[in-house]
């Protein structure tokens, strides 16, 4: 049953594997970064505005510069 399942289309288990890192994860890292980025309080509203952009033109490269430059500029929480 397995066997019949991955050959459908010519498809096997490397060809699976293969596909998921080059699209699930960038796609689960792009809907992270989309998540974290709308639950968030920014210094200054424009750059919210600014790294949506970013995240949604550049979707592999915006997510990394957004997980790199972009959680730097969110407004601490305080917790008390």
Not at 16 to 30: D, E, G, K, N, T
Not at 36 to 42: A, G, K, N
Request: charged residues 10%; positive net charge; aromatic residues 12%.
């Amino acid at each position: 049953m397995i066997h019949s399942l991955l050959f459908i289309g010519g498809i096997g288990l490397l060809e699976l594997f293969i596909l998921l890192i080059f699209l699930a994860l960038p796609a689960l890292l792009w809907l992270w970064a989309i998540i974290d980025l709308l639950t968030s309080r920014f210094k200054d509203s424009t750059n919210k505005l600014i790294w949506a952009i970013i995240i949604i033109f550049l979707p592999v490269l915006g997510c990394i510069l957004y997980l790199l430059i972009g959680r730097g500029q969110k407004v601490k929480p305080d917790y008390q």
